[in-house]
């Protein structure tokens, strides 16, 4: 757990930080890169479930993935493939991560 809140604090910051930097159109483009692997990890481990023995992508992967930016394309992807809907747990963490990111950009005022 204590590795888990250091990371999103580190990753929080540096957003937060590159953000500031760099400005509001990089925040968008990273929002948009982040979703797009996002998506496409959320498809490919839905593929893989329908399979025997197959490799799948771990949960953390995908919270992480959302974490940094990747929630737009990990709700899209949990929409239109059916892939971790039900999974209570797994749903109140990805909502708490959008919680959390929607306060940060409320936050710098990105939401105002």
């Not at 590795?3 to 910051?13: D, E, S």
């Not at 760099?22 to 481990?45: K, M, N």
């Not at 892939?83 to 940060?104: D, E, G, N, Y």
Request: zero cysteines; a positive charge.
């Amino acid at each position: 757990m204590a590795y888990t809140v250091g990371g999103v604090a580190l990753v929080l910051a540096l957003w937060f930080g590159m953000w500031l930097a760099i400005g509001r159109w990089w925040a968008l483009w990273w929002f948009v890169a982040a979703s797009v692997v996002t998506f496409a990890l959320y498809g490919w481990d839905k593929a893989r479930a329908a399979q025997t023995n197959a490799g799948r992508v771990p949960e953390a992967t995908l919270h992480t993935l959302a974490l940094v930016g990747g929630s737009p394309g990990a709700l899209a992807g949990q929409r239109l493939f059916h892939h971790k809907t039900s999974k209570r747990p797994f749903q109140i963490t990805f909502w708490v991560i959008v919680a959390v990111q929607l306060a940060v950009l409320a936050g710098v005022g990105v939401l105002v």
